[in-house]
Nanobody
Framework: QVLLVESGGGLVQAGGSLSLSCAAS????????MAWFRQAPGKEREFVAG????????FFGDAVKGRFTISRDNAKSTVYLQMNTLKPEDTAVYYC????????????????WGQGTQVTVSS
């Protein structure tokens, strides 16, 4: 089991930046591949970014490529999402997710989820 707690959401103007953090409980953080998903009102939850267990591999959804970066600090059991050049369409609740195993991009591949943090981008 792993408990995930996101932080760092808020309101930002278009073109601005925001950084999200996700702190995980337990001492086995390094066994989990991590990811960020987001869900806007009336839309499906979509993959944003993922990172492998050791942090050497990262991958992104098409909508955020070149603007967002994902990183992790296994010593601190924390994964980060740096969001730059934000657009109004990035407005959503952002969720941190963990998977015991290899990294993946499908929502159903992840067993553990945080409660989410709201990101709102004004135009």
């Amino acid at each position: 089991q792993v408990l995930l707690v996101e932080s760092g959401g808020g309101l930002v103007q278009a073109g601005g930046s925001l950084s999200l953090s996700c702190a995980a409980s337990g001492r086995t953080f390094a066994r989990y591949a991590m990811a960020w998903f987001r869900q806007a009102p009336g839309k499906e939850r979509e993959f944003v970014a993922g990172i492998t267990r050791g942090g050497s591999g990262t991958f992104f959804g098409d909508a955020v490529k070149g603007r967002f970066t994902i990183s992790r600090d296994n010593a601190k059991s924390t994964v980060y999402l740096q969001m730059n050049t934000l657009k109004p369409e990035d407005t959503a609740v952002y969720y941190c997710a963990a998977r015991d195993g290899m990294a993946a991009t499908e929502r159903n591949d992840y067993s553990f989820w945080g409660q989410g943090t709201q990101v709102t981008v004004s135009s």
